[in-house]
């Protein structure tokens, strides 16, 4: 008999034998970068991954409720100039079970510290919003107080970094200076695990190009903010980020997800080629994620996707709510 999974069924190999292969996936013409990049590490930062990844499901005791896959994918552009991933994700689930806290973070390309900044904002930020939950219902978080108070720890730990630098003098350079040298996008998310007549409510906060999609049944993706450079005539590079505080307290977006559908929260190392959800890109992750992934490998597979023109670091965290049985 086959073995099982969470996912599926795992068919036996032929006695003595093995098999399984491990293949790109391409999507449309995938230009010659993604056969021909020599990847390099960053000399500078040798505990830097070029990959990281996880899938996992979260229970209440022997109640399955919701299937987490994430992965970070260094970008050819990254690989081939030896340049560190500069993505992150965290997570968090709060100590009475009741919430799941997620952030997707994309450093500032331009800023040569700024994966701290984002891997900060993800491990720091998702414990200390975690801890928030522990006596503040999700409608009622200070998202404003909240975001500001990242973008000081990021301060802070940028002057702390760049303390002793010959080139600049810490302690006198202001916040902008600072934001030069270590930057990141921020998108925050809190899920209900505790389900509603089969609905999950998800509350989604972002500063700067990072997104947040539900991909609904049947393949429509649906975006939980305006799509990046929608309806615009020139595209924009320029995004919002932390440390800079925004101008305004970020608006939450609540949204709700079901069994058959899914959160799917990135960086515009995907967010790009992905657009409205309606090309190819959109297509082809609307196949394969119409269900979780049976590993973390295979997902961070999919996300490293080549297609022509995109060689951004990618990053996502999905959620899938599990039917009750």
């Known amino acids: 008999m086959a073995a099982a999974t969470e996912t ?12 399984g292969y491990v293949d790109l996936y391409v ?17 500078s930062a040798w505990d830097r991954r070029d990959t990281v990844l996880d899938a996992f499901t979260l229970r209440d005791g022997r109640t399955r409720l919701v299937e987490v896959r994430a992965a970070s994918v260094r970008g050819l552009a990254h690989r081939a100039y030896g340049r560190v991933r500069q993505d992150e994700y965290g997570y968090r689930r709060t100590s009475d079970g009741r919430y799941l806290v997620i952030c997707v973070a994309d450093g500032v390309s331009s800023g040569e510290l700024s994966h701290k900044a984002a891997t900060l904002a993800a491990r720091w930020g998702t414990k200390w919003l975690a801890g928030l939950l522990e006596r503040t219902e999700p409608a009622d978080l200070p998202w404003g ?25 810490a302690e006198k350079c202001d916040l902008r200076e600072v934001a030069h040298r270590l930057a990141t996008t921020v998108l925050y998310a809190v899920v ?5 007549e089969g609905v999950h409510t998800a509350h989604v906060v972002t500063v700067g190009d990072t ?7 049947g393949g429509q993706w649906e975006p939980q903010e305006a799509v990046k450079n929608d309806g615009a005539d020139v595209y924009s590079a320029s995004v919002q980020a932390l440390p800079l505080p925004p101008v305004t307290d970020p608006v939450p977006v609540r949204t709700t997800i079901r069994a058959g559908e899914a959160l799917v929260l990135m960086t515009d190392g995907i967010g790009d080629p992905l657009g409205q959800g309606t090309g190819p890109v959109g297509r082809f992750l609307a196949d394969v994620w119409s269900r979780p992934p049976a590993s973390g490998v ?7 996707f080549a297609r022509k023109s995109f060689d951004d670091d990618r990053t996502v965290v999905a959620v899938w709510p599990v039917s009750a049985r």
């Open 211 to 217: 997104s947040a999609w539900v991909l609904r049944e």
């Open 27 to 43: 999507v449309g013409d995938p230009g010659r970068a993604a056969a021909g990049v020599v990847p390099l590490p960053d000399e």
């Open 192 to 196: 209900d695990l505790r389900a509603h």
């Open 145 to 169: 107080q909240f975001v500001r108070g990242v973008a000081g720890a990021i301060e802070r730990y940028g002057r702390k970094l760049l303390r002793g630098r010959e080139d600049l003098d």
């Open 298 to 304: 295979e997902f961070a597979a999919q996300i490293g």
């Open 8 to 19: 599926g069924p795992v068919e036996p190999a032929p006695e003595g034998k093995w098999q």
